[in-house]
């Protein structure tokens, strides 16, 4: 058996763990668990919420990993995981999707100087919160796993299961949506 390292594909790390090296599937939690965390808010409002949530979609994860075909792309099918867990939790708890996301990751440029810059900071964090939850979960689930996910067309394609032209469409009015929020609301500044 190959010697399989944290540098290599999810696809290899998968099929070793199918194939009895249970021992690295904690490089899959790794890779995945800040990024299920941060899709989550996507949904719910609770942080441990979605913390209970992304636990239990790794578990799930390393039940199912046998159907995960190594031909395949991992992140794909480990976010179609995530998508269908946390669209059930919202649905149990009638929860109102609350999108958060690290504001010096999104925008590095920007950096720590004084108290009145971070306070600027936090407040354009806040508005770009608020202005995100405005937005249809149609058209803001796909903007999310494009901008903060860094997920192609094609694999959002397969965690929405809808055509890649469709993601196309609803990434396009996601934009245009948060464009016109933003415009409106800087005009009442």
């Not at 090296?21 to 609770?46: A, C, K, P």
């Not at 949530?53 to 799930?60: D, G, L």
């Not at 990751?105 to 354009?124: A, N």
């Amino acid at each position: 058996m190959p010697d399989i390292q944290s540098r290599d594909t999810d696809e290899s790390i998968a099929k070793a763990v199918q194939d009895g090296r249970t021992d690295l599937f904690h490089i899959l939690v790794t890779r995945y668990e800040q990024r299920l965390l941060r899709y989550g808010h996507t949904f719910l409002r609770s942080h441990e919420d979605i913390e209970d949530i992304t636990q239990n979609i790794f578990i799930k994860v390393y039940i199912n990993i046998k159907s995960f075909k190594t031909t395949e792309r991992f992140s794909p099918w480990i976010y179609r995981i995530a998508h269908n867990e946390f669209v059930n939790a919202a649905r149990k708890r009638r929860d109102i999707p609350l999108f958060s996301f690290d504001i010096d990751t999104m925008f590095p440029q920007l950096k720590e100087k004084s108290i009145t810059e971070e306070l600027d900071r936090d407040i354009l964090k806040a508005q770009l919160t608020e202005y995100l939850t405005q937005i249809d979960i149609k058209y803001r689930e796909p903007l999310v796993l494009f901008y903060f996910d860094d997920l192609p067309y094609t694999d959002i394609a397969d965690v929405l299961r809808l055509p890649v032209s469709t993601v196309g469409v609803r990434i396009s009015r996601g934009k245009a949506q948060l464009k016109k929020i933003i415009s409106e609301q800087t005009k009442l500044i």
